[in-house]
Nanobody, 124 residues
Framework: QVPLVESGGGWVQAGDSLRLSCAAS????????MGWFRQAPGKEREFVAA????????TYADSVRGRFTISRDNTKNTAFLQMNSLKLEDTAVYFC?????????????????WGQGTQVTVSS
C-alpha cells in the first residue's frame, strides 16, 4: 500500500481556494505528525504546515499563515490543507509527509514517509 497519496491540486486564479487531501496508510498515519511541503521549479522543497497526531498543535510557514489551514481526520487516515487567497507564488508541487519522531516539524529530513505530490498552479 502506498504510504501517502495527495489529491486536490489544480489550476486556479489568484484569490481562489483549493483543498488538498492526503490519504494515508495505517502505518504512515497512526500516531504520526503530518506535514505539507511544496517545491517550485528550480527551488528547494519548503515547509508549509504541520499538525501533531492529536491535532492540538499546528505550525505554519510565515508565507501561508492566515491563508492556509492544516487539519486531519484520524478516523479516516486523512490530512488536509485548505488554501485560501491563493497567490501566484503559491504555485508549486505540494507534498504531504508524515513522521513519528519528535523534532522540528519544519525540517524535511525529519519526515519518514512522503507522497508523490500534487501540482497547484495559480495564474493571474
Amino acid at each position: 500500500q502506498v504510504p501517502l497519496v495527495e489529491s486536490g491540486g489544480g489550476w486556479v486564479q489568484a484569490g481562489d481556494s483549493l483543498r488538498l487531501s492526503c490519504a494515508a496508510s495505517e502505518e504512515s498515519f497512526s500516531r504520526n505528525a503530518m506535514g505539507w511541503f511544496r517545491q517550485a521549479p528550480g527551488k528547494e522543497r519548503e515547509f508549509v504546515a504541520a499538525i501533531t497526531w492529536s491535532g492540538t498543535r499546528t505550525t505554519y510557514a510565515d508565507s501561508v499563515r492566515g491563508r492556509f489551514t492544516i487539519s486531519r481526520d484520524n478516523t479516516k487516515n486523512t490530512a488536509f490543507l485548505q488554501m485560501n487567497s491563493l497567490k501566484l507564488e503559491d504555485t508549486a508541487v505540494y507534498f504531504c509527509a508524515s513522521k513519528y519522531r519528535d523534532g522540528d516539524p519544519k525540517e524535511v529530513d525529519e519526515y519518514d514517509y512522503w507522497g508523490q505530490g500534487t501540482q497547484v498552479t495559480v495564474s493571474s
